[in-house]
């Protein structure tokens, strides 16, 4: 990467912004079939989206096309630095969370271990053409899906973006978790593959 993750950051996340309207709602349909597609899109249990914000790229079709044995779940920051899930549905309650991040209302006791999830999918800010990703640097979705590096088993993971978070490379970190498919409004990657690692 020629650039540091700083500066990639801001022109990746100012460039998302930019996009006007009828491109986004053209690209969250798009998505939504890309997802829906993934060979491992579960018919049943809890799925993760997240609440798009700052120019991400939104799941809301995707969210109202899973089929009716999913149930959508939001994340939930918690105090040990790892994200809880919990289930919601448009018209529940949000609260917003110290990043102003609406999170669903609920109950501590009510909320879902990441190794609960059949499928998360993860807004990025940035990705390349092997699947290594750069998020917001806050290291949540590294923490909560670590154990992932030691068995590649579900919950399985997917990022989202729009095809312009697209860069040339991005360097991989010891502690990043690897996503198992990147999907954006034109084309899916699939991470699982040899060539990706």
């Known amino acids: ?33 890309r997802l ?53 549905r448009p018209g529940d309650a949000l609260v917003g969370n110290r990043f102003a991040i609406p999170e669903p209302d609920v109950s501590p006791s009510s909320l879902l271990e990441p190794e609960q999830m059949s499928l998360v999918v993860l807004p990025l800010v940035g990705f390349d053409p092997r699947g290594h990703r750069l998020g917001m640097g806050g290291g949540w979705y590294d923490r909560s899906f670590a154990f992932r590096q030691r068995s590649p088993a579900p919950p399985w993971l997917a990022g989202a973006a729009f095809e312009l978070q697209r860069v040339d490379a991005l360097d991989n970190a010891d502690w990043d978790v690897a996503l198992d498919a990147v999907c954006t409004e034109v084309q899916t990657l699939d991470c699982r593959s040899p060539l990706f690692v």
């Open 1 to 33: 990467m020629t650039v540091d993750r700083t500066t990639l950051r801001r022109e990746l996340r100012a460039q998302r912004r930019n996009l006007a309207a009828p491109a986004r709602i053209a690209a969250a349909e798009s998505l939504a079939a």
């Open 36 to 88: 829906l597609a993934l060979p491992f899109a579960p018919a049943t249990g809890y799925v993760a989206g997240y609440w798009a914000m700052d120019g991400e790229i939104a799941l809301h079709v995707w969210q109202l096309r899973l089929p009716p044995g999913c149930v959508y779940c939001l994340p939930v920051l918690h105090e040990d630095q790892r994200l809880r899930f919990a289930p919601w």
